[in-house]
Nanobody, 123 residues
Framework: QVQLAESGGGLVQAGGSLRLSCAASGRTSSRQPMAWVRQGPGQEREFVSAIYWSGGTTDYADSVKGRFTISRDNAKNTVYLQMNSLKPEDTAVYYC????????????????WGQGTQVTVSS
């Protein structure tokens, strides 16, 4: 089992920045893919970003590419999401997820989920 705890959400004005953190504990491994997924009001969960192979490969949804940066500190079992140039449409609950396989954009590939942290971007 892997336990995940997100932090760093909050209220920010459009154009601002936030940095989300997700600390993993339990049966963790630097080889596990780690991802950020978000769910906006009245919307389904959607892939935001993922980091694979101990941080060697990253992937981003088109909607956040160039604005968000994912990174991980394997020594701390923590993944980060630096969010810049935030837009009101980025408002959502952001979830951290960890998989046991190779990872992908498919949410079903992730086995463990955090409780989420709220990000609200005002216009």
């Amino acid at each position: 089992q892997v336990q995940l705890a997100e932090s760093g959400g909050g209220l920010v004005q459009a154009g601002g920045s936030l940095r989300l953190s997700c600390a993993a504990s339990g049966r963790t491994s630097s080889r596990q893919p780690m991802a950020w997924v978000r769910q906006g009001p009245g919307q389904e969960r959607e892939f935001v970003s993922a980091i694979y192979w101990s941080g060697g490969t990253t992937d981003y949804a088109d909607s956040v590419k160039g604005r968000f940066t994912i990174s991980r500190d394997n020594a701390k079992n923590t993944v980060y999401l630096q969010m810049n140039s935030l837009k009101p449409e980025d408002t959502a609950v952001y979830y951290c997820a960890v998989g046991e396989g190779i990872g992908s954009r498919w949410l079903r590939d992730y086995d463990y989920w955090g409780q989420g942290t709220q990000v609200t971007v005002s216009s």
